[in-house]
């Protein structure tokens, strides 16, 4: 049953060629106002193995109207039929579809922001820094919500015996050999970006990690790192959440929409 919100926000679809097949984005447009609009760009978790937009319809449509913006949810290629690169080299096609249909978007390309879950903040964090390396556009923020930054999971919470957690090490594991078949890859700035040593220059970030999640660790450590390379960087931890849950809880959404109406303003208010 759809909320009130997704029931007032235009939800559409269009395909496009992506890296190594076609591609569907799914669109969450708020009732139009004047003016161009700012662009998210959202990536769905899965593990980088499963999953589809639609999933993500209650997170992007909240944003939609909370942050008065136009959601672009990408349905990228997923592993183990379409390795790394692929998603990554989809989600940049996605970007560059926005950037160049801007004008009947009403998309303002001087304000666009990435985010994601699970594997999708993986994707999101490691098309921040693509961007940031090869395009002549430019995001203004990245939120990665319970994000999975390192394939080398060398940095796994202890939870004790109390907590059963909703994703496994074993399950995060074979999605990132699926997603990382080559072992050489595990260490790529745009797959591993807990190892990347570059990373200044990265837009401003909200970091929501899971107390319940094994993974918890890897994003408060990316968050410390992107603190101390300059990155204006805000972490939060929410109590008694687990991995799966994070995206669709009601605070996390508000923090999201908070931080990213703040960082848009600041970005229109410099143009």
Wanted: with cysteine; charged share 20%.
């Amino acid at each position: 049953m759809k909320t009130n919100v997704e029931q007032v926000i235009e939800i559409g679809s269009v395909e496009l060629d992506g890296h190594a097949q076609a591609i569907r984005l799914r669109t969450y447009r708020p009732p139009l106002k004047r003016g161009a609009l700012p662009v998210i760009f959202f990536f769905h978790g899965g593990g980088f193995v499963k999953g589809a937009p639609e999933q993500a319809d209650a997170i992007c449509s909240q944003l939609a109207a909370k942050v008065e913006a136009l959601v672009v949810s990408v349905g990228y290629s997923l592993a183990p039929e379409f390795p790394f690169p692929t998603a990554l080299c989809d989600g940049y096609r996605a970007v560059q579809w926005v950037v160049t249909n801007a004008r009947p978007l009403c998309a303002d390309v001087k304000r666009m922001a990435v985010a994601g879950h699970d594997a999708g903040g993986n994707l999101a964090a490691g098309l921040a820094a693509m961007v940031r390396d090869q395009a002549v556009f430019r995001f203004s923020a990245q939120a990665l919500l319970a994000p999975l930054l390192d394939p080398s999971m060398t940095r796994i919470a202890d939870l004790g015996s109390d907590i059963n957690p909703d994703m496994h090490a074993e399950e995060c594991a074979s999605g990132y050999r699926a997603y990382l078949p080559f072992v050489s890859n595990r260490l790529h700035p745009y797959a591993a970006p807990i190892e990347s040593r570059r990373l200044k220059g990265l837009p401003a970030a909200f970091i929501a990690s899971a107390e319940n999640d094994l993974m918890h660790v890897e994003a408060e450590k990316y968050a410390a790192e992107l603190i101390a390379a300059g990155v204006p960087t805000t972490v939060t931890r929410y109590g008694k959440v687990a991995h799966n849950e994070l995206a669709s809880r009601q605070e996390v959404l508000a923090d999201v929409a908070t931080f990213f109406n703040r960082v848009f303003g600041a970005t229109s208010e410099r143009s």
